[in-house]
């Protein structure tokens, strides 16, 4: 009798097919060749940077495992714009993902990258000086971390480059000139240490918006910055230890919407030329030794909606700036006008005649000719001022010699929002009790440091303006 065999596989063998099977598919995944040399770079770049994440407590990384890289979250990708046939990785986005870790040189690698957001993290050391291959890099922000060392140079040489943000770090040292000579859009480096005068070629910057606050600058607020009257719309330089008088060829700042310079140290009167900026909507030069009258003009502009001028020496107001929306003249020495200085601190402080030449800037500004018999008339150099103070409110309070408190400015176009609490770890793990013990291999006793959490945000003082920048698309 013929047996006919059975075409399907014996029931017991099943489990076992299976099994093969499943290897079999794991397998191919894992052997898949990657498309192309760039993706092949990228998978080298990423996975080497992900050897030195110690801490990534919303495990965004931790599907940065196999060759499809264009799937690893915060990794996207996009048709090479030299071969639109390829897929490359064009844009890398953490921002928010409090990740601590260093950046490696095999970043260099990624050189289809138009864009690096790495906002608000716990990233430190130094920037890789192999980012000098990234010459398609259109948007790098990198603010809120814990870089440090001088001002990363190597962003200096990426010709594609328009979007700068490195604020909230640990930067120090000057501020290179070369910085105001690129083709940029915008220019974050406020809340750092930089520690120079700002460059006398700052006007040669094509940007819209220049935010430089809470650093450690000295020296002349440059008369260059006329030349940015083509393109300039905000200018913050809140906090930077500034001297000398403002040059009347910020005049010529027609299109400016925000103008900052409180929290400084600087002298003599408020130029009428400030009248000629017909865009103005916010000026605040508080805190200063500003002294002489209040041009009616500045007070006259059709969009001025804040206005102050506290803690200055001002002895006159006119009237049409009691018209200003948000209007804010403490502590001057107006007569008439409530919570003023003491006159006999504003016969001091207006008894020596300042010049504004003494300060040695490029252009400077004649002082105002005012009569000296008028106890609250005299302009002159300023004798050691009297101990600064900041205002909540309307509760004053003694302020330590700068820097001062870091008044934070309001951040554009990612907010460096507070950082949350580190993680819960085993303490049973390898690694010991993270953040008192971060493992390898970061050394964090190196000279940049690395820090296990953001320092605390302070609250925001209600003087400031309020915030200016939109949300980033």
Same mark, same amino acid.
């Given at each position: 009798m013929i047996r006919?065999?059975?075409p399907y596989p014996n029931p017991s063998m099943i489990p076992i097919i299976i099994i093969i099977f499943f290897f079999s598919i794991l397998s191919l995944n894992h052997s898949q060749p990657i498309q192309n040399p760039n993706l092949q770079q990228a998978y080298v770049a990423l996975l080497a940077w992900k050897s030195l994440i110690f801490s990534d407590p919303k495990n965004l990384t931790s599907n940065w495992n196999g060759p499809n890289v264009c799937s690893y979250t915060g990794v996207f990708c996009a048709p090479s714009i030299h071969n639109p046939f390829i897929t490359v990785v064009a844009g890398i986005d953490l921002n928010h993902a409090d990740i601590a870790g260093s950046l490696p040189e095999e970043l260099g690698l990624l050189t289809d990258l138009a864009l690096l957001h790495l906002n608000s993290n716990r990233f430190c050391g130094t920037i890789p000086e192999s980012?000098?291959?990234l010459l398609l890099l259109f948007e790098i922000d990198l603010s809120n971390n814990h870089f440090a060392g001088p001002f990363p140079h190597v962003l200096l040489s990426l010709p594609s480059l328009k979007y700068l943000d490195i604020r909230y770090n640990e930067f120090g040292g000057e501020i290179p000139s070369q910085l105001f000579d690129l083709d940029l859009d915008a220019i974050f480096i406020n809340n750092n240490k930089f520690q120079s005068a700002l460059p006398a070629n700052i006007g040669n910057s094509p940007v819209s918006v220049l935010v430089a606050a809470n650093n450690y600058l000295n020296g002349c607020l440059p008369s260059s910055l006329g030349k940015m009257a083509g393109t300039l719309n905000e200018i913050i330089l809140l906090n930077d230890g500034l001297t000398s008088c403002l040059p009347p060829e910020i005049g010529a700042l027609g299109g400016v919407t925000v103008f900052d310079v409180g929290f400084n140290k600087l002298v003599g009167p408020l130029p009428e030329t400030v009248g000629n900026m017909i865009s103005l909507e916010q000026l605040n030069v508080a805190h200063n030794q500003l002294s002489g009258s209040i041009p009616a003009s500045v007070c006259s502009l059709p969009r001025l909606e804040n206005f102050t001028f506290s803690y200055n020496y001002f002895n006159v107001e006119p009237s049409v700036c009691f018209g200003i929306p948000n209007k804010d003249d403490r502590k001057n020495c107006i007569a008439g006008r409530p919570m003023q200085r003491a006159k006999a601190e504003c016969d001091s402080f207006l008894?020596?005649?300042?010049?504004?030449?003494?300060?040695?800037?490029?252009?400077?500004?004649s002082p105002t000719p005012t009569g000296c018999g008028d106890v609250f008339g005299c302009l002159g150099q300023p004798p050691p001022p009297p101990s600064p103070v900041y205002c909540i409110g309307l509760e004053c309070l003694e302020m330590p010699p700068h820097p001062f408190p870091p008044f934070l400015m309001?951040?554009?176009?990612?907010?460096?929002?507070?950082?949350? =609490? %580190?993680?819960? !770890? $085993? &303490?049973? /793990?390898? +690694?010991?009790? @993270? *953040? #008192?013990? =971060? %493992?390898?291999? !970061? $050394? &964090?006793? /190196?000279? +940049?440091?690395? @820090? *296990? #959490?953001s320092p605390p945000s302070p609250p925001l003082p209600e003087m400031l303006l309020p915030p200016i920048f939109p949300d980033h698309p």
């Amino acid at each position: 009798m013929i047996r006919w065999k059975s075409p399907y596989p014996n029931p017991s063998m099943i489990p076992i097919i299976i099994i093969i099977f499943f290897f079999s598919i794991l397998s191919l995944n894992h052997s898949q060749p990657i498309q192309n040399p760039n993706l092949q770079q990228a998978y080298v770049a990423l996975l080497a940077w992900k050897s030195l994440i110690f801490s990534d407590p919303k495990n965004l990384t931790s599907n940065w495992n196999g060759p499809n890289v264009c799937s690893y979250t915060g990794v996207f990708c996009a048709p090479s714009i030299h071969n639109p046939f390829i897929t490359v990785v064009a844009g890398i986005d953490l921002n928010h993902a409090d990740i601590a870790g260093s950046l490696p040189e095999e970043l260099g690698l990624l050189t289809d990258l138009a864009l690096l957001h790495l906002n608000s993290n716990r990233f430190c050391g130094t920037i890789p000086e192999s980012f000098s291959h990234l010459l398609l890099l259109f948007e790098i922000d990198l603010s809120n971390n814990h870089f440090a060392g001088p001002f990363p140079h190597v962003l200096l040489s990426l010709p594609s480059l328009k979007y700068l943000d490195i604020r909230y770090n640990e930067f120090g040292g000057e501020i290179p000139s070369q910085l105001f000579d690129l083709d940029l859009d915008a220019i974050f480096i406020n809340n750092n240490k930089f520690q120079s005068a700002l460059p006398a070629n700052i006007g040669n910057s094509p940007v819209s918006v220049l935010v430089a606050a809470n650093n450690y600058l000295n020296g002349c607020l440059p008369s260059s910055l006329g030349k940015m009257a083509g393109t300039l719309n905000e200018i913050i330089l809140l906090n930077d230890g500034l001297t000398s008088c403002l040059p009347p060829e910020i005049g010529a700042l027609g299109g400016v919407t925000v103008f900052d310079v409180g929290f400084n140290k600087l002298v003599g009167p408020l130029p009428e030329t400030v009248g000629n900026m017909i865009s103005l909507e916010q000026l605040n030069v508080a805190h200063n030794q500003l002294s002489g009258s209040i041009p009616a003009s500045v007070c006259s502009l059709p969009r001025l909606e804040n206005f102050t001028f506290s803690y200055n020496y001002f002895n006159v107001e006119p009237s049409v700036c009691f018209g200003i929306p948000n209007k804010d003249d403490r502590k001057n020495c107006i007569a008439g006008r409530p919570m003023q200085r003491a006159k006999a601190e504003c016969d001091s402080f207006l008894s020596i005649p300042i010049s504004c030449t003494a300060f040695g800037c490029a252009t400077p500004q004649s002082p105002t000719p005012t009569g000296c018999g008028d106890v609250f008339g005299c302009l002159g150099q300023p004798p050691p001022p009297p101990s600064p103070v900041y205002c909540i409110g309307l509760e004053c309070l003694e302020m330590p010699p700068h820097p001062f408190p870091p008044f934070l400015m309001p951040p554009h176009p990612f907010p460096p929002l507070p950082m949350p =609490p %580190p993680p819960s !770890i $085993d &303490c049973d /793990d390898p +690694y010991g009790c @993270w *953040p #008192t013990s =971060p %493992p390898p291999p !970061i $050394d &964090c006793d /190196d000279a +940049y440091g690395c @820090w *296990p #959490t953001s320092p605390p945000s302070p609250p925001l003082p209600e003087m400031l303006l309020p915030p200016i920048f939109p949300d980033h698309p």
